[in-house]
């Protein structure tokens, strides 16, 4: 009684598991793929003049803004 289903559900693995290879190429040689390899998945440059400074500014202006704006509306109603 169990045997039939598993051999239905091992035949059905066989087809699914099955992949085209024959489409990498032509998605790898369209002119939308950009290139690959250290520094390239970034959107910014880390090898630049005062990066560390900008990046560290950037990130303390990210976490501080919404300490200051609570700050803000909080005096803001004050009378």
Known sequence: MLSRP???VSANTTL???RGFQTSRVQMSSPYHYP???Y???PFNPKTRFFA???WGFM???FLAPFGIAVWQ???NAP
Request: net charge positive; hydrophobic share 35%; aromatic share 4%.
């Open 40 to 42: 390239s998945n970034i």
């Open 53 to 55: 400074l900008r990046y």
């Open 36 to 38: 690959e390899g250290p």
């Open 16 to 18: 699914i598991a099955r």
């Open 6 to 8: 598993v051999l239905k």
């Open 60 to 62: 303390a202006t990210g």
């Open 74 to 76: 909080t005096k803001k």
